[in-house]
């Protein structure tokens, strides 16, 4: 007995003796904060936060993987004391939040019908499921069992809704799910998601050059939830009362209803919710992630510039706009009229985006006021350069510099920087050109009171560049065209006036590069038109004169287009340092391009700030579209006539600089957000009928 | 060399542990969801099986047969085994850190694993040499992986059958154990 006891004793000593001195050898040094916040943590081991235990919990919020707030049974409590080990305030780190990122995949038809299968992994594992749609939800409800928070639940279409005040972002879900539907990220992780072949993306949002969730906020309009709508907006697009006015909406070309039916005015819709919020009188909150110290200077105040800056501050960065003119806006105040857009409106956008915590110092002009190299010196770390294209081409004929003759840009931001909208103007002007800014410069000469305003374009009204219902609003207005006419020179008087514009008709002849027939002169058809004010209107380019102090070391490779030449993923330019986007990066283009581009530097900087390599996804889709998602035809769809655009009548708005295009009724919002079939990727079935008919 | 052939066949296949012996049921059911955890699990054993094998082996000859203790077998087994996984986990951290991601989180589950302590009490039961008694553990072990290997391909494959709905989940999957173990039956007739 005693033998037994003491060889007991031996052996439990031998092993104690062992794992000791064991422990001591093979100790592998943790951070010693972790068994402090896992003293914190409740100690159940249930698996709740997402993680296998507390210690492994622990581990992950040192790590700074998981917020203070992790342990979900130990409550605020704990979060607290985690946070004070950890030296954070408990609600510093960014909370996960699961979302559906498919809607409707229910109504993809089905590939084939079998009802054993009876959890999503086991559909997953039959032919990626029994729907069409390769992408999509399968329904089974996979995620919904394994969350622990009761959090997710069957909604009535068919999909899983999530909870967002139950959802504490543990991932369980997002493991569950074989299909990647339900993801379980970061705001500052949705803000730098791009769209991505695996995507489930409506034709729409592939088109968006700022790849706003379409379909997503007009459902959201559709059941009334007017703030969801513009959060959805704001999480791709942080100016959306300019995109809502002038936006010539790409999107809705490649419309599904619009196939068959013409296009959802996504437009209107978007105008609709963001006047809404302007007109409420109260912003929705705009959550930004805590601070990182790291400091950006964003130069150029456009919509590149202040998209970027929107994004970058929401990353948590500071940012510093520097704006060459006395206010923010770039060519959205400077160059679109106040008819289409007005200052009012702009200055309550741009407010919004500044009191996030972004700082703006105006009449600051890089290569005047300050070099990119004094940015570097003064701390900035990453410097994105959104300078626009301000410089007009000059169309290149003799005479072009007598007095009386204007370019357009130079003309536009003339009359938007004077303070009540007017500047001096002659009684008969022409317009060389055909794009948006020629039309812009028309319209606004009507309205300063010119007698007769003409455009003189070298194709016919078919070849314009500018958008259709500009176009049109410029005919309803009493613009005169005259077509196929080059001009050949500018005539002046012998005080240096501006008394005509000579041209040369044209004729089209074969189409050229563009695809556009190309302009034949017609020899010997010299014409005068008798003006006195001649505005050239022909395209504009970057600037390059900022960059003439830099050094040679601090200078960025311009193409031949005088753009900067970058990688047009990245917006990387051959200095690793420096961004850019818009229109300076591009060319002259559409607003929504400079804001998409914004974001699209702003996770480059971000990247770059964070030490991360700056580069994209493998997946990337930008631009293209997904084969598959583009039919042919549209069966089952009931023709609905599209919202027309409710706008002032001509006699009023040619005699003033008011708005002319107006916001559509709840009403008719309501309508035209009932008749979006709300598509996603491929699924749509007739037989559902939903929103068809 | 014949003996070893016959006695590996018999401890993989005849005398399946966990289909033959019914040892090891809570991980057999529990790690078979996934193939992936499956793996992870089946390895775990056969690492931890063959040193506990070897481990007890010597306790057994050196101090409980020499000291006449066999009445304290169990106990002492227990114990080994318990600190055998310990310090094995520990050994891993720290010198193997690729293999300790791999086997981590199983290794604690074996600690109280009922196969691993029957095959060592089986190993002194049939009075197996040093030699054998390591063939035979391995053998075991890899009779575990092999029947939790294949039960998790069939429960996954099972997710797409029509199951009635009061028999999903782990009624099904003991269903599948037992025709499993009657089919392992069939190898009673080899040797």
Known sequence: MIEAVLVMMFIGAACGILLSVASKVFYVWEDPRISEVEYYTAGANCGGCGYAGCSAAAAAVVAGKAAPSVCIVGGPESAQKIAAVMGVSAGSAEALRSMNSCSGGFRAADKYFYDGAQTCAALANLHGGRRVCSVGCLGMGDCIRSCKFDAIHMGSEGYPVVDEAKCVGCGACERACPKNILTVRTMSQRLLHFNELDDALAPCQQTCPAEINIPQYIDQIRKGDYAGAVNTIRERNPLLLTCGRVCPHPCENYCRRGIEDEPVSINQLKRFVADWEMNSGRRLPTPCAPDTGRKVAVVGGGPAGVSCAYFLRRLGHNVTIFEAMPKLGGITRYGIPEYRLPDEVLDWEIQGILDLGIEARLNQRLGRDFTLKSLRDEGYEAIFLGIGAWKDLAIGVPGEDQKGCWKGIEFLSQVAGSPDKKIPIGKRCAVVGGGNSAIDCVRTLKRLGAEEVWIVYRRTRKEMPANEVEIVAAEHEGIQFQFLAAPKRVVADAQGRVVGLEYLK??????????????????????????????????????????????????????????????????????????????????????????????RAARSIHQFLTGQPVQTSQMSLRKKHIAESLFKTVPGVVKKARTPMPELHVAERITSMIEVDQVISEKDAAYESNRCLNCCRICYNPDKRVNVA | MGDYFVLIISCILINNILLAQYLGNCPFLGTSKKME??????????????????????????????????????????????????????????????????????????????????????????????????????????????????????????????VPKPLLDTSIGLITAGLLSLTFFAFKGMV
Do not use: H
């Open chain 1, 506 to 599: 044209m004729e089209l002849g074969e189409p050229d590069a563009s695809g556009r027939r190309r302009p034949v002169p017609v020899e010997g058809s010299e014409t005068i038109l008798a003006v006195d004010m001649v505005i050239s209107a022909i395209g504009q380019q970057p600037d390059q004169a900022c960059l003439n102090q830099e050094t040679k070391e601090d200078r960025p490779a311009i193409t031949r287009w005088n753009t900067y030449d970058n990688d047009p993923e990245l917006l990387q330019t051959s200095l690793p340092y420096l961004f850019t986007a818009g229109d300076a990066a591009t060319g002259p283009s559409l607003v929504v391009d400079a804001i998409g581009g914004g974001r």
């Open chain 2, 37 to 162: 955890t499956a793996i992870g699990m089946g390895m775990a054993v056969i690492f931890v099986l063959v040193m506990a094998g070897a481990l007890t082996w010597i306790a057994n000859k050196f101090i409980l047969i020499k000291y006449d203790l066999v009445f304290l077998q169990t106990i002492v087994f227990i114990l080994l085994i318990a600190a055998l996984v310990q310090f094995v986990e520990m050994f891993l951290k720290k010198s193997i850190p690729a293999l300790y991601a791999g086997l981590g989180i199983f290794l604690p589950l074996i600690t109280t694993n009922c196969a691993v302590m029957g095959v060592c009490l089986i190993n002194i039961k049939e009075e197996y040499t040093f030699v054998e008694s390591l063939v035979s553990s391995f053998a075991y072990a890899a009779g575990f992986s092999l029947a939790l290997i294949l039960f998790a391909g069939v429960r996954e494959r099972i997710l797409l059958a029509r």
